[in-house]
């Protein structure tokens, strides 16, 4: 079975530029959530969504969003890019949303703005 | 808010050495604790769990038990190996929450 996979793997772009990054959870999985991991530093959470409705928000600015799709992958949009947005984004799925829920991470979309 | 602090690392062993990584939380109520790791290059991949007081959590000689009155959770294992060199993150589920909450990380490197 495949797990959670992200693209792209890889990404470089400009200050002010928009940018998308892409999910697809385990299949069966309901839950994504997407977390920024900044050198150095542990994963912070931005978002949860499970069931296509967003059920958790980090401290992060309106410039990220994001949204699930009928078949639970999820899209994590960043508009107004700047130098400190430069980090890891891993995407993790879960069968639920409950405390006891194992997460599992994909492999990371690793993002550069210059 | 709720945090977790962990030790700061490196942690610099040779194999076969005994391995401690310190953890302790903040939190309210029955948060679950989780221990990831991180190899070079990939996502995380959790390690072991523990979803309530006095409970441990073990997987591939590691070790780790939810201690309430310390409000702790410390990483162990016996006897370490090269292979086990990684980025180690201590992390909480709130009792009421959804998000994971990290701590900074220990990078842990065994040499041979």
């Known amino acids: 079975d495949a797990g959670v996979t992200q693209s792209p793997t890889h990404l470089i772009k400009t200050r002010g530029q928009h940018v998308t990054l892409r999910c697809s959870p385990i299949?069966?999985?309901?839950?994504v959530s997407w977390y920024q991991q900044v050198l150095g530093q542990g994963p912070q959470f931005i978002f949860q969504y499970y069931e296509k409705e967003e059920r958790g928000r980090g401290n992060f600015p309106d410039r990220f969003s994001a949204r699930q799709f009928p078949n639970y992958s999820s899209e994590l949009n960043v508009n107004a890019l700047l130098l400190g947005d430069s980090a890891l984004y891993l995407c993790?799925?879960?069968?639920?949303?409950?405390?006891?829920?194992?997460?599992?991470f994909g492999q990371g979309t690793r993002l550069t703005v210059v | 808010g709720d945090s977790v602090t962990q030790m700061e690392g490196p942690v610099t062993l040779s194999e076969e050495a005994f391995l401690t990584i310190n953890c302790t939380y903040t939190a309210t109520g029955y948060p679950s604790l989780f221990w990831y790791v991180q190899y070079p290059g990939e996502g995380l991949q959790l390690l072991l769990k523990?979803?309530?007081?006095?409970d441990k959590g073990s997987n591939k000689g590691f070790e780790a038990t939810y201690r309430k009155e310390t409000t702790s959770f410390h990483l162990e294992k016996g006897s370490v190996q090269v292979s086990d060199s990684a980025v180690y993150f201590c992390a909480l589920r709130p009792q009421a929450g959804t998000a994971l909450i990290f701590g900074k990380g220990t990078t842990l490197s065994v040499s041979s």
């Open positions: 523990a979803t309530k007081a006095d």
């Open positions: 993790a799925s879960s069968l639920g949303r409950g405390t006891n829920t194992e997460a599992f």
């Open positions: 299949s069966g999985h309901k839950s």
